[in-house]
């Protein structure tokens, strides 16, 4: 059973930034991709980038280029989201997804929620 | 507006079958493969299927996917009222080059 375990609950002002942890087992770090995935109150899942681990190469969809970077710690097996400037937009539930071969996402984190309030 | 485009909402009653689809395009459909999610409320989203029709451990056989051109299914049978949730659909899309969901279909069962 592959546990991702996020860090937990912030509340930013508008402006800031944030940081979330994704933390895992070696066995389940290695040889797979690590993805962020957003769900705002009462809408679906938005596909934010990953990071394939080892090699620092990441992908982000086209929306979150300017205000998000993915990383992943290799030696704490971890991986990173960060997202700046901060608006009441970004108010969501945050989920980590470990990434497979053919791209679908066989693990979750429980999620961290992130609260933009002035 | 998602690059899959899925049925907002769906209504059955215990028993019943039903099928929830997924539209795309060659982009991303068409020439990947298309994966499954049931998100319970509250709760993470659950891979429900991969690789277009395949069940990971533990899914029980009412589930099961297909994928013809550029659009994918997900059929359930046999309806529960555990089975009353939000599903996603995902893939890769090569022009985006990232990953993308469905809009969702949140499924009522009556």
């Known amino acids: 059973q592959v546990q991702l375990v996020q860090s937990g609950a912030e509340v930013k002002r508008p402006g800031s930034s944030v940081r979330v942890s994704c933390k895992t087992s070696r066995d389940a770090f290695t040889r797979h991709t690590f993805h962020w995935v957003r769900q705002a109150p009462g809408r679906g899942l938005e596909y934010m980038g990953g990071v394939v681990p080892g090699y620092g190469k990441t992908s982000y969809a086209q929306k979150f280029q300017d205000t998000v970077t993915i990383t992943a710690d290799d030696s704490a097996t971890t991986a990173y989201l960060e997202v700046k400037w901060l608006t009441s937009d970004d108010t969501a539930m945050y989920y980590c997804a470990r990434g497979t071969y053919s791209n679908y996402f066989d693990s979750w984190g429980q999620g961290t929620l992130v609260t933009v309030s002035s | ?110």
């Open chain 2, 1 to 110: 507006q998602s690059v899959l485009t899925q049925p907002p909402s769906l209504s059955a009653t215990p028993g019943q079958n039903v099928t929830i689809s997924c539209s795309g395009s060659s982009s991303n459909i068409g020439n990947h493969y298309v994966s499954w999610y049931q998100q319970l409320p509250g709760t993470p989203p659950k891979l429900l299927i991969y690789d277009n029709h395949e069940r990971p451990s533990g899914i029980p056989d009412r589930f099961s996917g297909s994928k013809s051109g550029t659009s994918a299914t997900l059929d359930i049978t046999g309806l529960r009222t555990g089975d009353e949730a939000d599903y996603y659909c995902a893939t890769f899309d090569s022009s985006l080059s990232v990953g993308v969901f469905g809009g969702g279909t949140k499924l009522t069962v009556l």
